[in-house]
T-cell receptor
């Protein structure tokens, strides 16, 4: 079971770019890297997923180096509404095409005016 | 689509009482998950189903917890008897058919359980 390590908290200001790095040294060949976002009193929400190199969607970018032992979630020009907990997950590949996700403690991002 | 629906949203009960949490997954999704979230332990996977069949219940804390999925559109998580340490937010999530490259779970709003 691949474990992840990410900072407990980060602070930023509106309009800045935020990069949250996650370490997953024992990631398996078949594992994907997934990030979720959770607002207070809500369930987690999928942000982005990748396997290698770079993935970009309308919300964020995910950078994964060649060794895949870490990944960086990049949030461009954050706003107050991006204040949330961000979870980095590495799927526990069961070899069946399905990954059981294990949530860690997450990174609490606080965006200030 | 209405998303994953959970009921009740809040539940307050007394120690020893039976508690039943309900979940309606998104139509067409073939995986259903039950999670528990507390400040101390974070978000923990309790059990998950595939096509209504329980696949892995290794996260269920003890025999007081049970889960069922009688059909594709309904699941329950039951705690009997409940204890104060069961107080937490319980989330239900569902996942559409697909492979690991499109592994997205959709979470419900959660049920906040308080056991006095």
């Amino acid at each position: 079971l691949a474990k992840t390590t990410q900072p407990i908290s980060m602070d930023s200001y509106e309009g800045q770019e935020v990069n949250i790095t996650c370490s997953h040294n024992n990631i398996a060949t078949n594992d994907y890297i997934t990030w979720y976002q959770q607002f207070p009193s809500q369930g987690p929400r999928f942000i982005i997923q990748g396997y290698k190199t770079k993935v970009t969607n309308e919300v964020a970018s995910l950078f994964i180096p060649a060794d895949r032992k870490s990944s960086t979630l990049s949030l461009p020009r954050v706003s107050l509404s991006d204040t949330a907990v961000y979870y980095c997950l590495v799927g526990d590949s069961l070899g069946t095409g399905f990954q059981k996700l294990v949530f860690g403690t997450g990174t609490r991002l606080l965006v200030s005016p | 689509d209405a998303g994953v629906i959970q009921s009740p949203r809040h539940e307050v009960t007394e120690m020893g009482q039976e508690v039943t949490l309900r979940c309606k997954p998104i139509s067409g999704h073939d995986y259903l998950f039950w999670y528990r979230q507390t400040m101390m332990r974070g978000l923990e996977l309790l059990i998950y189903f595939n096509n209504n069949v329980p696949i892995d219940d290794s996260g269920m804390p003890e025999d007081r917890f049970s889960a069922k999925m009688p059909n594709a559109s309904f699941s329950t998580l039951k705690i009997q008897p409940s204890e104060p340490r069961d107080s937490a937010v319980y989330f239900c999530a569902s996942r559409p058919p697909g492979d690991a490259s499109t592994d997205t779970q959709y979470f419900g709003p959660g049920t906040r359980l308080t056991v006095l």
